[in-house]
């Protein structure tokens, strides 16, 4: 079973930026692909960047691309998510997930979950 913990969330002006990490228990890091979602109020999650086992795939939704960067640190089993030039419109809870392959983290396919952290971006 693994766990993930994530931190780093708080409250931001609009064009600033954050760094939420997310660290990984219970499973070998190094096997799994890694992501972040987000659930804004009376939204659906959505998916934000992922990012693969070796670290040298990453995938982004076209709402954060050119904004937002992910990475790992594998000696640390961590995932990192850098929020650069923030908009009020990234409010929301962020998750991070896990699961074996790439394409499944996100598309949600068996993903282990965190328990989220609160990012809010004032305008």
């Known amino acids: 079973q693994v766990r993930l913990v994530e931190s780093g969330g708080g409250f931001v002006q609009a064009g600033g930026s954050l760094r939420l990490s997310c660290t990984a228990s219970?499973?070998?890091?190094?096997?799994?692909?890694l992501g972040w979602f987000r659930q804004a109020p009376g939204k659906e999650r959505e998916f934000a960047a992922a990012?693969?086992?070796?670290?040298?795939?990453?995938v982004y939704a076209d709402s954060v691309k050119g904004r937002f960067t992910i990475a790992r640190d594998n000696a640390k089993n961590t995932v990192y998510l850098q929020m650069n030039s923030l908009k009020p419109e990234d409010t929301a809870v962020y998750y991070c997930?896990?699961?074996?392959?790439?394409?499944?983290?996100?598309?949600?396919?068996?993903?282990?979950w965190g328990q989220g952290t609160q990012v809010t971006v004032s305008s």
């Open positions: 997930a896990a699961t074996k392959i790439l394409r499944d983290v996100v598309t949600d396919l068996n993903n282990y």
């Open positions: 219970g499973g070998t890091f190094t096997t799994l692909s």
């Open positions: 990012i693969s086992w070796s670290g040298a795939h990453a």
